[in-house]
């Protein structure tokens, strides 16, 4: 998600990126057994949270979806650590921004931008609901593959 819809989008209350309050919303996600918001039809602990809790994505779309499930939980410190260094913003300040209801991701497509496997595409919609307004967010965003890690790099938002 590019860092100008991240001005427009924020997290459920009492997240932030103090790293206690981060780890204590993972953990309690995942002690839950709760869904995994980003879609898949597995717990939180077995898909995202692991992403989170410091395994490497496997793939742009995999990543791509724990930053979405990083939106939905407030994971600020993990937004950042997933944005590539040429393009990650100073600060993403998610508690100074409306509290978000997110309300659902759909991956539309997924794309190799290489032969190497180390660029790739992801297409998504997230929905969410901001001060009682709905918010339908249409994007590609950019990724690369260094040493092992997936990075998100930008994105176009239609």
Known sequence: ??????????????????????????RNASSA?????????EVYALCCGRFHA?????????LMRSRYTAYVLGLEDYLRATWHAS????ALNLDAQPVAKWLGLDVKSRQAADAEDTA??????????????????????RFVCEAGRWYYVDGVVD
Do not use: I, N, W
């Open 120 to 141: 790739a595409s992801v297409e998504f919609v997230a929905r969410y609901r901001v001060g009682g307004r709905a918010v339908r967010l249409h994007e590609v965003s």
């Open 87 to 90: 393009t990650r913003p100073a």
């Open 33 to 41: 057994a709760l869904a995994c918001p980003c879609g898949r039809a």
């Open 1 to 26: 998600m590019t860092a100008k819809m991240t001005a427009k989008m924020a997290h459920k209350p009492g997240a932030g990126s103090d790293p206690k309050v981060v780890q204590s919303k993972a």
């Open 54 to 62: 410091g395994a490497p994505a496997p793939d742009a779309e995999s």
